[in-house]
């Protein structure tokens, strides 16, 4: 079971619906998504509520969020091969983002062309 593309799945889901907030599953990587995604105004606010088991977070404000997905397996890209995957997984050029696992933190794709290294993608939004 993936949490990462079943908690992308609720705010899309959600977001849909009209809801404007959802109970998603906590792990570390969800909430380092859930700060890119707060960071580029994906979503307004999240916080994490601890219910004495594994937690969740409570996400408020889910915003222009079309499409989300988590890529599974989660494949390595190189530096050199960054355009080629925007191409494929983005709509168009500048609309949306990639969500890349790097050895220094989770970022998206403008950041990790900024700091000209390789990584695993793990997720899209647009």
Known sequence: ?????????IMKVMRRSGRNECKIPASKLIG??????QKEDYIKSFEFVD??????????????????????????????????IEEQMLPSKDFGMLI????????????????KVGGRLIAFVY
């Open 51 to 84: 219910d004495n088991k594994s937690g969740f977070y409570l996400v408020k404000g889910i915003g222009a969020i079309n499409e989300c997905g988590a890529i599974n397996p989660r494949t390595p890209i190189k530096f050199a091969e960054l355009t080629k």
């Open 1 to 9: 079971m993936d949490l990462l593309a079943e908690s992308l799945n």
């Open 100 to 115: 890349i696992s790097t050895p220094k933190g989770i970022v998206n794709n403008q950041t990790l062309r900024e700091m």
């Open 32 to 37: 380092a998504v859930l700060q890119l995604l």
